[in-house]
């Protein structure tokens, strides 16, 4: 079924459109959650809080992809459980791919720092739009859906050695590009 009729069916405020977001989008989320959080109740408990969150999305909103709105709204899920159940516990997968980023990304946040990390995403947002497709699809499976070097390799048909190289690479062309914006000294 098409985004757009998935999306009418929200509006109509037909239960059918969580079914067929769910056959359409539901391995995404469930691998956009799992990819964060390592219990399998909890990837369950955030895949069904995420149909919950476009249910009360939509309407208003029209997303377009509809596959990014859910899978946003999976992210985010995830990483506040994370938060509220681990806090003094440590997700591997997820701390790993976001150490790499560290150097880059402020962790304390105010009102300085949040304008500050808006101008910072607005920069990758730039970042990214200058990369070819696959090193956008890879910077983007790693970063944000905090995909292993492991599987991206398998979805992209390469070795993990190259692919840590290509992560690497990127992640200096990130750091050269923030440094000529200022955001970076």
């Known amino acids: ?10 509006f ?7 079914d067929e977001l769910d056959s359409k989008y539901g391995k995404t989320v469930t691998a956009t959650a799992a990819n964060i959080l390592s219990d399998r109740q909890d990837v369950e408990e955030c895949r069904n809080d995420t149909y919950l969150a476009a249910w009360n999305s939509i309407p208003p909103h029209r997303p377009q ?3 990014s709105f859910v899978c946003r709204i999976a992210r985010n899920l995830a990483i506040s459980r994370l938060r509220a159940e681990s806090a003094a516990k440590r997700n591997r997968s997820l701390d790993l791919a976001l150490d790499e980023l560290e150097d ?11 304008y500050e990390a808006r101008e910072l995403a607005e920069a990758i ?4 739009s ?3 497709y696959d090193d956008r699809f890879l910077f983007v499976r790693r970063y944000w859906y905090a995909d292993s070097v492991k599987d991206i390799a398998e979805q992209m048909n390469e070795r993990d050695s190259r692919v840590s190289t290509r992560l690497f690479r990127l ?4 750091r050269k590009s923030l440094v000529k914006e200022g955001l970076l000294v």
């Open 1 to 10: 079924m098409e985004d757009s009729t998935i999306i009418d069916l929200f």
């Open 12 to 18: 109509e405020r037909s239960e059918q459109a969580i």
């Open 65 to 67: 992809p509809l596959v």
């Open 104 to 114: 880059f990304i402020p962790s304390g946040m105010n009102v300085e720092a949040d």
């Open 125 to 128: 947002n730039r970042f990214l």
């Open 130 to 132: 200058g990369l070819k």
């Open 171 to 174: 992640r200096e062309k990130l």
